[in-house]
C-alpha cells in the first residue's frame, strides 16, 4: 500500500465488518463520511498501512465540525456541540 492509498475498517459491536481497501482520497472521504454520522458502526482509517488516530481521520477527511471527545464509562464517545 502506497502513501496516498488509504483503507476503512468497518466496525458493528467490535465485530470487523468489512474492509475497503486501495482506496484513493476522494473515495475513502465519501465512504468515511457515510459512516461516521451513523452511531451503530465505527470506522478506523489507515493511511498507507498504518492507522490514524480520530482526530487525525478527522481532519484527513475533511470534517471540521466542532466535535469533543467525552469518556464515559471507560469507552470513548464523540459529541457533536449543538448547532453545528
Excluded at 500500500?1 to 473515495?27: F, K, N, S
Excluded at 492507522?51 to 464509562?73: F, V
Amino acid at each position: 500500500m502506497t502513501e496516498e492509498c488509504y483503507a476503512i475498517v468497518l466496525y458493528q459491536d467490535g465485530r470487523r465488518l468489512h474492509i475497503w481497501e486501495r482506496l484513493g482520497p476522494e473515495e475513502a472521504k465519501r465512504i468515511y463520511r457515510v459512516y461516521f454520522n451513523d452511531w451503530d458502526f465505527g470506522v478506523q482509517l489507515y493511511r498507507g498501512g498504518v492507522r490514524l488516530k480520530a482526530r487525525d481521520a478527522w481532519a484527513e477527511m475533511g470534517i471540521y465540525s466542532r466535535i469533543r471527545l467525552r469518556r464515559l464509562e471507560d469507552r470513548v464517545y464523540r459529541v457533536k456541540e449543538a448547532g453545528v
